[in-house]
């Protein structure tokens, strides 16, 4: 008697838990579905990371390091490109697959047409594909993104083949925007099918500038067509938001350290045409305040052992650059400008090299917040070394980019490598394998494991047999 | 279906039988004459089948007309072992403290005789665990259990971790043994961080070691195939005191008081002050005009100016108080770090009452310990409630009932790790700190104003923190609190079915709630924050276990067969403020600035399993044993997630065959055994992941992780052959044990190239072999009334190798090192035809033909990345233990050692970066000090070869030395070889005769924990003190908290 009424509790426990035993392996904390609208804004936050990075910066020697300067003495040259994969594109293409897949395309809808969506994120990828290949060359691009289809070890691709193709994305997916419904989750256009179209083709003219000296005629064509169809007329920025989860990386640092500078050699350039822009850059020095005597100054490029004190130097802007919600260039007006410059200069457009050029400063000028009379302005053009000179293109361009493009330090550091100007600095005692201002990333030590061999090809395919910082990419001609 | 049939099925087992049987009584007396209460009487090879004695130490036992011996035993004394033949009254008297045979826990519960064992069992007795009152249970087995390894927390810290490796690592992600008390389970999770912040300790830290009777430690799958995956890496069963039957209510008093003082430090050079290079910087003061020569008070290194007493602005000269405009003569404070520290105390008091009848017996402990640490605003206390209850109910049914309850509770546990914002004040000191500061000064870092005051201010002119609050600030202001309340234990019926039949059904349960609460204070150098974290976690098990013992001319059998079916379930809720609170120091989620983070998690697994084993015996001298056992497990694919697995072993006792002397016992013993594993929940389907919102928009992500649909569950297979001797009557006892263990087709989240859209992806693959060799040695070399000596050695040798991962694939990553690539790309590993934990970092370059590193023509190091720097694991590890009688005296002292094991020490390498280590100063062979100018004859000589192999020698910078070897790993790897005197204990038992009638016994012993840190390769850290929180990957020092020693007294009485 007694045992039954010990065991059978014991036993109807048992038999009642078999109930939910095969149901018990489903996820309670997270979704199987989701709006596709919501990888969308995830993709576009990482941009907020991309525009914000400190080390395009200080290889753009738009900033110093202050006191610990191993970033800007490239010690972070070897890096990781998988986060980029991971994150972003993966989601990117997710969106494409689940729009394009009769399964579930019309499952998504409420994010926006399945065109709509599929161009959008053909549009991000490809920015974020060029933000890649213009770091490292050669990277993973038409096996990549394929881990469902059993592609764990994507072979790279060079970048004239990356270039080739990314200029067919852009060109296909702002033909591909439809009447439909604009997508949903967009954080920079908020759903503007319009926008996206001008977007895409300022990205292929920028693009086509980037590749003007190793492929000048792909350049002129694929130029000529993104113009024809349409550029922005309003910079386009990453908004940051007033609150920490998506507030502007700088302001993050700044919140309990002062690490960063101008750098110094930007700060005397300026100093020396009396740029007005430079008040918008960078806030004078907290001890010249104190001492009532504000005044900006600049940090030396990469010095080993410095001895400057944070409130001797000028952090950048808290009004334009660090401030909580203050937002980041991805593309600009001025650009644009620059670009067509460029264009003009190389005898692509027809139209005037010079007035570009000056609408470019201009547009700068507007971007950065400068009130000025046209007279101002013209003093400013009007002095050596900033006016146009057809013969000197390069140097004026490069150097007046290296203003405008302030704190767009990757795009910059790409155009400094692409037109030789300005000149920048050697640090002291480099920490990067060339010991020279790197002209690539190196690629990390995650894709030397775990894609040895493709790796290994690239290498000695497009890089000469030497993974190093000092090997030019394709379109960096000299 | 099939399963629930198969659990069933034993019930059917119930088949009697019966035997001729007779009554046999006796008295058990010690050997001073006295009746021995509640002494065990069991009939040999039927352990099951027993009794205890009354008061007056008679028993009476019916046992089967084929019964052969039986045995007597008490705890304390020695067991004997008596021929029945055809006697009906057997007496026997015990000795004391000689142990002829020994009986072990084993799986689930059941003992058995040790002979009959085919693996190695270890055990650690009571006395052992308590000898000085080591709070932590993991921590209290360090050295004494052979191929154990123990790594703690940092002593200086309170109620800290203590992670165990047993046999190196079975599987490539490492992992923990099961902790089982009482047959239950118990979580051994951490919760703190991996990196940083507040060591709360891991969860069996919660248990009390002086409600413990006895811990028996099983090493290999082998001895614990019965306790399925989760036996994988070990299992530590506990045996929990109880109560024994005795006239009146038996009552213990402990107490013991113990002042503990920190013991380790770096050392510190104390020549220069603060500052990035030997200058003082004139400053006119606003006020007065005047010109001042000050430091770089931004500065948090110490490169400054060579400190002679001159007279300066010192960085509280310029906060707006009466203090402003003071000078001072910069001088170095050589006690500055060890001024902070205060001296703590741990009080621990425990009473147990117990006592019974022969039909109930009980035991119920409490114990509350309660400790100050010696740092700053540190408090731990722990509350254990202890019931074991054991109630004969009829002559075949027995209830045990274990219930245990345990309150922890804590403030002010201090941070380890590198991260300021978590507020590690001694990562100040050891990295970042200065030589002419006051401690003093620093400790009134709060201004009358409310605002604080710390050295590191920004400018003269902004005396806000730079890099670092006052160490004050960081241990008063951003005080973390948590609580931890736990319940577990079983309620176990067992019903005698025929005297070879039982049946055994428990309902066991482990429960703990912890809270954690974190806070960052308004006003200082960080923003001000509030993190909540609360945790639920159960686990139940429902067991049912059948077993049969019978006896068949010269062989005897004994089977079990069982169900057992577990179910985990975890729900957490983890939140933080966003962007600082709007209140200061309103330490609530609602003070959150911006959008909280906010996180719940719920998880739940069942495991159901059956399980059966069978033993059988010849003639007391040869055992042969076999278990079996299925699981299925609601993680993997339904398709596969049942797995059987079996296991076997053998044990031959040949001194029975050949009766010498001088070979009291001799046994050898082989084993071979798998075990299957499972997975975590919901890792076969495809989910998104919960991104971080923008504004109102959600945010997802594709997750990481590739989850596959796929996967089987993993076999690891061992095998070990032992030998146990011992001579002269126990004198002289020695174990052997050599293994072998490979983890095959494991379930690994295994890295795969980011660029294929997955970071991880998840296969079975794999193997890791490990192998080694076990020695215990013990020996009474002395024994005598008045004076007695024993001693015991564990010794074990380890390697663990990586012997294949998937194709294509010839290394997993275990781990990224501090700073990732930024700090030079140090990064743990597991690379095919290596040991286990290999360090893979920066360092020197050599070439053919030279000892000396190649360098550059400014005296740099050539570096040569991703070099191999040795495995983490050690070499070998073990323990030394003495304790001698002295006409009454007791002296115990315990040694544990570990040879080998190499880590990466942060604290080393920004020790002389800053300027702060011994090694930044001193004489260059010139006799110029290495901080002068290398152009005024001073500099660090650095040797090497130019690439050409000839040697050079080039002077550097003392600066720029140190600095180019920031994340330099390889100049940072240590061994960490150590050999510990852990543990001191003299002790007096007063003799009986002092005490009178009302007390039983009254020992008094001065402990000492942590006295001597005899021998270590590294120079002010302790290597046996480096685990970082929750991380299971121990490889890197990033600021440890020193290591404290403690010295104390208790007393212990018996009512």
């Known amino acids: 008697m007694n045992i039954k009424k010990i065991f059978i509790p014991v036993i109807m426990l048992l038999i009642i838990s078999c109930g939910k035993f095969d149901d018990l392996n489903v996820d309670p904390n997270n979704p199987v579905k989701v709006e596709t609208g919501t990888l969308i804004t995830s993709s576009q936050r990482s941009i907020g990371n991309a525009v914000g990075s400190t080390l395009g910066a200080l290889y753009a020697q738009h900033i110093s390091d202050i006191t610990y300067t191993e970033g800007g003495r490239y010690q972070s040259i070897q890096d990781n490109f998988d986060a980029w994969y991971t994150g972003p594109l993966q989601n990117l293409q997710t969106v494409i697959d689940l729009n394009t897949d009769p399964d579930t395309k019309g499952d998504v809808l409420g994010s926006g047409s399945n065109a709509n969506q599929i161009a959008v994120a053909r549009i991000l990828k490809a920015y974020f594909f060029q933000f890649l290949t213009d770091r490292w060359g050669a990277i993973p691009y038409s096996e990549a993104l394929k881990a469902g289809e059993g592609i764990f070890t994507p072979k790279y691709d060079s970048q004239e083949s990356i270039y080739n193709d990314?200029?067919?994305?852009?060109?296909?997916?702002?033909?591909?925007?439809?009447?439909?419904?604009?997508?949903?989750?967009?954080?920079?256009?908020?759903?503007?099918?319009?926008?996206?179209?001008?977007?895409?083709?300022?990205?292929?003219?920028?693009?086509?500038?980037?590749?003007?000296?190793?492929?000048?005629?792909?350049?002129?064509?694929?130029?000529?067509?993104?113009?024809?169809?349409?550029?922005?007329?309003?910079?386009?920025?990453?908004?940051?938001?007033?609150?920490?989860?998506?507030?502007?990386?700088?302001?993050?640092?700044?919140?309990?350290?002062?690490?960063?500078?101008?750098?110094?050699?930007?700060?005397?350039?300026?100093?020396?045409?009396?740029?007005?822009?430079?008040?918008?850059?960078?806030?004078?020095?907290?001890?010249?305040?104190?001492?009532?005597?504000?005044?900006?100054?600049?940090?030396?490029?990469?010095?080993?052992?410095?001895?400057?004190?944070?409130?001797?130097?000028?952090?950048?802007s808290s009004t334009n650059v660090k401030c909580q919600d203050c937002p980041l260039a991805i593309i600009t007006v001025a650009q644009v400008h620059f670009a067509l410059a460029e264009a003009a200069a190389r005898g692509w457009i027809a139209s005037s090299a010079e007035e570009h050029y000056k609408d470019a400063i201009q547009a700068s000028w507007d971007q950065w917040g400068v009130t000025y009379t046209q007279a101002e302005f013209d003093a400013y053009y009007n002095q050596a070394g900033v006016t146009w000179n057809q013969a000197n293109w390069r140097m004026l361009i490069g150097n007046q980019k290296w203003i405008a493009l302030y704190m767009q330090g990757y795009e910059m550091w790409a155009e400094w490598r692409r037109l030789d100007n300005p000149v920048l600095v050697l640090p002291e005692e480099p920490l990067n394998p060339s010991a020279g201002i790197p002209l690539r990333n190196i690629y990390g030590t995650l894709e030397q494991n775990l894609n040895g061999t493709n790796y290994a090809a690239a290498v000695a395919q497009f890089l000469g047999g030497n993974d190093t910082d000092g090997v030019r990419l394709w379109w960096d001609v000299q | 279906m099939s399963r629930k049939i198969t659990i069933l099925l034993f019930f059917m087992f119930a088949i009697s039988m019966s035997w001729a049987q007779k009554t046999i009584t006796g008295t058990v007396k010690d050997d001073a004459g006295q009746p021995l209460i509640g002494a065990s009487v069991v009939v040999k090879g039927m352990e099951e089948r027993g009794t205890i004695t009354d008061f007056d130490g008679n028993y009476s036992l019916i046992v089967e007309n084929n019964a052969e011996y039986l045995i007597f035993s008490y705890t304390g004394y020695g067991t004997q072992e008596v021929l029945i033949g055809s006697q009906t009254v057997v007496n026997t008297t015990l000795m004391e403290g000689i142990t002829l045979t020994s009986a072990v826990v084993t799986a689930l519960n059941i003992t058995r005789d040790e002979k009959s064992l085919g693996y190695s069992v270890q055990q650690v007795d009571a006395e052992e665990l308590t000898r000085v009152q080591e709070s932590n249970l993991v921590g209290a087995l360090a050295g004494k259990v052979s191929g154990v390894q123990v790594i703690s927390g940092a002593s200086?810290?309170?109620?800290?971790?203590?992670?165990?490796?047993?046999?190196?690592?079975?599987?490539?992600?490492?992992?923990?043994?099961?902790?089982?008390?009482?047959?239950?389970?118990?979580?051994?999770?951490?919760?703190?961080?991996?990196?940083?912040?507040?060591?709360?300790?891991?969860?069996?830290?919660?248990?009390?070691?002086?409600?413990?009777?006895?811990?028996?430690?099983?090493?290999?799958?082998?001895?614990?195939?019965?306790?399925?995956?989760?036996?994988?890496?070990?299992?530590?069963?506990?045996?929990?005191?109880?109560?024994?039957?005795?006239?009146?209510?038996?009552?213990?008093?402990?107490?013991?008081?113990?002042?503990?003082?920190?013991?380790?430090?770096?050392?510190?050079?104390?020549?220069?002050?603060?500052?990035?290079?030997?200058?003082?910087?004139?400053?006119?003061?606003?006020?007065?005009?005047?010109?001042?020569?000050?430091?770089?008070?931004?500065?948090?290194?110490?490169?400054?100016?060579?400190?002679?007493?001159?007279?300066?602005?010192?960085?509280?000269?310029?906060?707006?108080?009466?203090?402003?405009?003071?000078?001072?003569?910069?001088?170095?404070?050589?006690?500055?770090?060890?001024?902070?520290?205060?001296?703590?105390?741990?009080?621990?008091?425990?009473?147990?009452?117990?006592?019974?009848?022969?039909?109930?017996?009980?035991?119920?402990?409490?114990?509350?310990?309660?400790?100050?640490?010696?740092?700053?605003?540190?408090?731990?206390?722990?509350?254990?409630?202890?019931?074991?209850?054991?109630?004969?109910?009829?002559?075949?049914?027995?209830?045990?009932?274990?219930?245990?309850?345990?309150?922890?509770?804590?403030?002010?546990?201090?941070?380890?790790?590198?991260?300021?914002?978590?507020g590690n004040s001694v990562q100040s000191f050891n990295q970042w700190f200065q030589r002419q500061l006051d401690m003093e000064r620093l400790r009134d870092y709060k201004a009358d104003d409310g605002t604080f005051q710390t050295w590191n201010i920004r400018s003269f002119n902004d005396p806000g923190p730079l890099y670092w609050d006052s160490p004050f600030f960081s241990v008063y202001e951003n005080v973390p609190t948590d609580r931890r309340n736990r319940y577990f234990g079983d309620i176990t019926m067992r019903y005698r079915i025929t005297d070879k039949i039982n049946i055994s059904g428990s309902l066991r349960r482990d429960n703990f709630n912890q809270r954690i609460e974190e806070r960052i204070a308004s006003g200082g150098l960080e923003e001000d924050y509030y993190r909540e974290y609360v945790i639920d976690g159960q686990?139940?098990?429902?067991?049912?276990?059948?077993?049969?013992?019978?006896?068949?001319?010269?062989?005897?059998?004994?089977?079990?067969?069982?169900?057992?079916?577990?179910?985990?379930?975890?729900?957490?809720?983890?939140?933080?403020?966003?962007?600082?609170?709007?209140?200061?120091?309103?330490?609530?989620?609602?003070?959150?600035?911006?959008?909280?983070?906010?996180?719940?998690?719920?998880?739940?697994?069942?495991?159901?399993?059956?399980?059966?084993?069978?033993?059988?015996?010849?003639?007391?001298?040869?055992?042969?044993?076999?278990?079996l056992r299925n699981d299925w497990s609601s993680s993997l694919p339904v398709e596969n997630n049942s797995y059987l697995y079996p296991s076997g072993n053998v044990s031959f006792v040949f001194s029975e065959l050949l009766g010498l002397d001088v070979l009291t016992y001799g046994k050898l013993r082989a084993s071979v055994a798998q075990v299957?594993?499972?997975?975590?929940?919901?890792?076969?389907?495809?989910?998104?992941?919960?991104?971080?919102?923008?504004?109102?928009?959600?945010?997802?992500?594709?997750?990481?992780?590739?989850?596959?649909?796929?996967?089987?569950?993993?076999?690891?297979?061992?095998?070990?052959?032992?030998?146990?001797?011992?001579?002269?009557?126990?004198?002289?006892?020695?174990?052997?044990?050599?293994?072998?263990?490979?983890?095959?087709?494991?379930?690994?989240?295994?890295?795969?190239?980011?660029?294929?859209?997955?970071?991880?992806?998840?296969?079975?693959?794999?193997?890791?072999?490990?192998?080694?060799?076990?020695?215990?040695?013990?020996?009474?070399?002395?024994?005598?009334?008045?004076?007695?000596?024993?001693?015991?050695?564990?010794?074990?040798?380890?390697?663990?190798?990586?012997?294949?991962?998937?194709e294509g694939i010839d290394n997993y990553l275990l781990a990224n090192g501090i700073g990732g690539a930024g700090w030079g790309g140090l990064t743990l590993n597991a690379a095919v035809g290596e040991q286990w934990g290999l360090l893979r970092g920066g360092g020197y370059t050599y070439i053919d033909g030279s000892d000396l590193p190649?360098?550059?023509?400014?005296?740099?190091?050539?570096?040569?990345?991703?070099?191999?720097?040795?495995?983490?694991?050690?070499?070998?590890?073990?323990?030394?233990?003495?304790?001698?009688?002295?006409?009454?005296?007791?002296?115990?002292?315990?040694?544990?050692?570990?040879?080998?094991?190499?880590?990466?020490?942060?604290?080393?390498?920004?020790?002389?970066?800053?300027?702060?280590?011994?090694?930044?100063?001193?004489?260059?062979?010139?006799?110029?000090?290495?901080?002068?100018?290398?152009?005024?004859?001073?500099?660090?000589?650095?040797?090497?070869?130019?690439?050409?192999?000839?040697?050079?020698?080039?002077?550097?910078?003392?600066?720029?030395?140190?600095?180019?070897?920031?994340?330099?790993?390889?100049?940072?790897?240590?061994?960490?070889?150590?050999?510990?005197?852990?543990?001191?204990?003299?002790?007096?038992?007063?003799?009986?005769?002092?005490?009178?009638?009302?007390?039983?016994?009254?020992?008094?012993?001065?402990?000492?924990?942590?006295?001597?840190?005899?021998?270590?390769?590294?120079?002010?850290?302790?290597?046996?003190?480096i685990l970082p929180g929750a991380n299971n990957l121990i490889f890197e020092e990033r600021g440890q908290l020193p290591s404290a020693r403690s010295f104390g007294i208790s007393v212990t009485v018996g009512l």
Not at chain 2, 596 to 620: E, I
Not at chain 2, 905 to 921: C, D, P, Q, R, W
């Open chain 1, 166 to 316: 990314l200029f067919n994305e852009l060109k296909e997916a702002a033909a591909q925007i439809d009447g439909g419904a604009g997508v949903k989750g967009d954080i920079i256009f908020g759903g503007d099918m319009e926008s996206w179209k001008l977007f895409a083709n300022t990205l292929r003219m920028n693009m086509a500038i980037r590749i003007s000296d190793v492929s000048e005629q792909k350049a002129r064509a694929e130029f000529l067509d993104a113009m024809a169809d349409g550029f922005i007329t309003a910079d386009v920025l990453y908004p940051y938001l007033g609150e920490a989860n998506n507030e502007n990386p700088w302001f993050t640092s700044f919140r309990t350290r002062t690490d960063f500078a101008i750098s110094e050699n930007l700060e005397n350039y300026m100093s020396g045409l009396n740029d007005p822009r430079l008040p918008q850059f960078a806030d004078p020095t907290l001890n010249s305040v104190a001492a009532g005597n504000p005044i900006i100054v600049g940090m030396p490029y990469g010095r080993q052992n410095p001895t400057n004190s944070p409130p001797d130097v000028s952090y950048p």
């Open chain 2, 854 to 1025: 190649r360098i550059n023509a400014n005296g740099s190091y050539v570096r040569t990345a991703n070099k191999d720097l040795g495995s983490i694991l050690p070499d070998f590890t073990g323990g030394f233990t003495n304790s001698f009688n002295i006409y009454g005296i007791t002296l115990g002292a315990h040694i544990d050692f570990q040879a080998g094991g190499q880590f990466f020490s942060v604290t080393k390498m920004f020790n002389n970066y800053s300027g702060l280590g011994i090694e930044t100063v001193g004489n260059n062979d010139k006799g110029n000090p290495i901080r002068d100018a290398v152009a005024d004859g001073g500099g660090i000589r650095v040797d090497g070869v130019n690439a050409d192999g000839t040697e050079t020698a080039v002077y550097v910078e003392a600066v720029t030395y140190y600095a180019r070897l920031f994340g330099f790993h390889e100049e940072w790897i240590y061994d960490a070889s150590f050999i510990k005197l852990r543990e001191l204990s003299i002790g007096y038992n007063l003799p009986k005769r002092m005490l009178g009638t009302r007390i039983q016994s009254l020992n008094v012993s001065l402990i000492a924990r942590n006295p001597w840190l005899i021998y270590s390769t590294v120079k002010g850290i302790d290597p046996s003190e």
């Open chain 2, 156 to 422: 200086s810290s309170v109620g800290s971790s203590a992670k165990m490796r047993i046999r190196g690592v079975s599987g490539l992600t490492g992992g923990d043994p099961l902790f089982v008390i009482d047959g239950t389970p118990m979580a051994n999770n951490n919760f703190s961080s991996t990196t940083g912040g507040a060591d709360f300790g891991n969860l069996m830290s919660d248990i009390n070691t002086e409600d413990i009777e006895n811990i028996s430690v099983l090493k290999g799958p082998a001895a614990t195939a019965l306790y399925g995956e989760r036996a994988k890496h070990g299992v530590v069963m506990i045996t929990s005191k109880k109560g024994k039957a005795r006239k009146g209510l038996g009552v213990t008093f402990k107490s013991a008081v113990s002042l503990e003082s920190v013991y380790i430090l770096p050392s510190y050079q104390d020549e220069y002050a603060g500052g990035y290079d030997q200058n003082f910087i004139d400053v006119v003061d606003p006020r007065d005009g005047q010109t001042y020569q000050t430091l770089e008070y931004s500065a948090d290194e110490s490169w400054g100016p060579r400190m002679e007493g001159q007279t300066y602005r010192p960085y509280w000269s310029w906060f707006d108080d009466e203090n402003y405009g003071q000078t001072a003569q910069l001088t170095p404070n050589p006690d500055n770090v060890r001024d902070f520290f205060e001296t703590g105390i741990t009080n621990t008091n425990s009473i147990a009452f117990s006592g019974g009848t022969e039909k109930l017996t009980y035991r119920l402990g409490f114990t509350n310990l309660n400790q100050t640490g010696v740092i700053p605003n540190s408090k731990f206390t722990r509350n254990n409630v202890n019931l074991g209850v054991e109630a004969q109910i009829t002559n075949r049914l027995t209830l045990v009932s274990n219930v245990n309850l345990v309150f922890n509770n804590s403030s002010g546990r201090p941070s380890f790790g590198y991260s300021p914002t978590t």
């Open chain 2, 539 to 627: 686990e139940d098990n429902y067991e049912v276990i059948g077993t049969y013992a019978d006896r068949f001319g010269d062989i005897s059998l004994d089977a079990n067969l069982g169900g057992n079916l577990r179910q985990n379930r975890i729900r957490s809720n983890n939140a933080a403020t966003v962007g600082g609170l709007n209140v200061p120091n309103l330490f609530t989620l609602g003070a959150s600035i911006d959008r909280p983070t906010v996180s719940s998690f719920t998880q739940a697994k069942d495991v159901q399993s059956v399980f059966g084993a069978l033993n059988l015996g010849f003639r007391d001298y040869l055992y042969v044993g076999g278990t």
């Open chain 2, 676 to 806: 299957g594993s499972d997975v975590d929940p919901y890792r076969i389907a495809f989910a998104y992941g919960l991104g971080t919102p923008y504004g109102s928009s959600p945010s997802f992500d594709v997750p990481n992780l590739l989850p596959n649909e796929d996967l089987r569950p993993a076999i690891t297979t061992s095998w070990e052959a032992g030998l146990d001797l011992r001579f002269f009557r126990n004198r002289l006892g020695l174990d052997l044990t050599y293994y072998v263990n490979n983890s095959v087709d494991e379930i690994l989240s295994i890295q795969v190239a980011g660029s294929s859209g997955f970071g991880n992806a998840l296969i079975n693959a794999g193997n890791i072999q490990s192998k080694g060799i076990e020695l215990g040695l013990s020996a009474t070399p002395v024994s005598g009334s008045n004076f007695e000596w024993t001693t015991r050695v564990n010794f074990a040798k380890n390697t663990s190798q990586v012997i294949e991962l998937s």
